[in-house]
T-cell receptor, first 114, second 111 residues
Framework: DVKVTQSSRYLVKRTGEKVFLECVQD?????MFWYRQDPGLGLRLIYF???????EKGDIPEGYSVSREKKERFSLILESASTNQTSMYLC?????????????FGEGSRLTVL | KQEVTQIPAALSVPEGENLVLNCSFT??????LQWFRQDPGKGLTSLLL???SQREQTSGRLNASLDKSSGRSTLYIAASQPGDSATYLC??????????WGAGTKLIIKP
């Protein structure tokens, strides 16, 4: 079974802090994604990556950056956290060879910014 | 622009009933449609993936259908159980390989 692991399930940070959200997948998938999910707004794509050191902006990249130094790991970075970044963050992956294939999600990271 | 709608936003049914969740989309040019389940405070679990060339997919008590021409998909759950209570989301992969999400249907199965 594909496993996508988000290292932090719950985080509480203060405004202005730098925040790292880590995601690791164990199935050698090329494509990795970061979404945020908010009530009433659904899932919105922040960034995605289709290979090591490659990144593409999604629909709402402002205030975020990402890092993909190794194939299995995709990190989401909030350089200076703000209260409007309080949200559920979801990481997902799928293989490049299966662009129309199934998307696998991690358990989510609930971030609260005070 | 592709839009995905799930109606109703919430549904409550007694245990044991068969039920149908709906997902509609505005542009029939899709590669596939995927149904997910989300438990409160958790990530998404993939339930069924229907490619554009397929009409339906089945997994256990779940059956998903796809009618591209009418822009509709249904998720049929047979003999519902309290453990089926969750939010169900559908997403279509559009012609640009972008995933477009519905807002979800929150399902409550009453014991």
């Amino acid at each position: 079974d594909v496993k996508v692991t988000q290292s932090s399930r719950y985080l509480v940070k203060r405004t202005g802090e730098k925040v790292f959200l880590e995601c690791v997948q164990d199935m050698d998938h090329e494509n990795m994604f970061w979404y945020r999910q908010d009530p009433g707004l659904g899932l919105r794509l922040i960034y995605f990556s289709y290979d090591v050191k490659m990144k593409e902006k999604g629909d709402i990249p402002e205030g975020y950056s990402v890092s993909r130094e190794k194939k299995e790991r995709f990190s989401l970075i909030l350089e200076s956290a703000s209260t409007n970044q309080t949200s559920m963050y979801l990481c997902a992956s799928k293989p490049l060879a299966a662009l129309t294939g199934e998307l696998f999600f991690g358990e989510g990271s609930r971030l609260t910014v005070l | 622009k592709q839009e995905v709608t799930q109606i109703p936003a919430a549904l409550s049914v007694p245990e044991g009933e068969n039920l149908v969740l709906n997902c509609s989309f505005t542009d029939s040019a899709i590669y596939n449609l995927q149904w997910f389940r989300q438990d409160p405070g958790k990530g998404l679990t993939s339930l069924l993936l229907i490619q554009s060339s397929q009409r339906e997919q089945t997994s256990g008590r779940l059956n998903a259908s796809l009618d591209k021409s009418s822009g509709r998909s249904t998720l049929y759950i047979a003999a519902s159980q309290p453990g089926d209570s969750a939010t169900y989301l559908c997403a279509v992969l559009d012609s640009n390989y972008q995933l477009i999400w519905g807002a979800g249907t929150k399902l409550i199965i009453k014991p």
